[in-house]
């Protein structure tokens, strides 16, 4: 039992993971799955934490150097869609509507959760756009209270630059994360983003 136990308490340190639902993990894991799917799931885990590392330019996942967006040149480069972490990004790009590049803050402002501004990257951001190519920033953070603290965050860390600064449409329902939007819902958002200023 004692086995059952810590491989449920490890499934328990998942997002969104109860402490029954870790358990039936653990139960299906080693009483249900056969010997050569969990072997499969083991080795998946450790190649993805080994081979998986940051694309130094978006911060997006890659596995040698620049990931496939970064390097994709028919991509617009002169537009930037500002997301809070890769699941937003791959919700995006499930979509097949947007067409530039992004950048990966690595989180959201949250002072209860002791998240500030030098903890995501937001430095980097400004070095992108500093380096004078951005024409357009969308700003792609969900609508919550820390997705909106960091929006208007942003927008005023970088209304110095000349870059117009966009928000997603309104079609988002307030308060969702973007990985659980269909991709209609998505597309349109990016497509009706509205602009943003400091007045």
Known sequence: MQVLKRLAEQFEKLPGIGPKS???LAHH???VQ???DTAAFAQAVRESKSNLKLCPSCFSISEDG?????KNSSRSADVLLVVSDVRDLLAIEETGSYKGKYHVLGGLLSPLQRV?????R???LKNRIAAGQIRE???GTVQTAEGEVTAYYLMDQLKSFDVKLTRLGASLPVGWALEYMDGMTVSKAI???QEMSAG
Not at 116 to 120: D, F, I, M, N, V
């Open 29 to 31: 894991v080693l009483f």
């Open 137 to 139: 920033v969308i700003l």
């Open 22 to 24: 870790a358990m039936r």
């Open 116 to 120: 500030g501004p030098e903890k995501l």
């Open 122 to 124: 937001i430095a980097e």
């Open 191 to 193: 497509l009706n983003r």
């Open 34 to 36: 056969s010997s050569a």
């Open 66 to 70: 620049l990931c496939g967006i970064c």
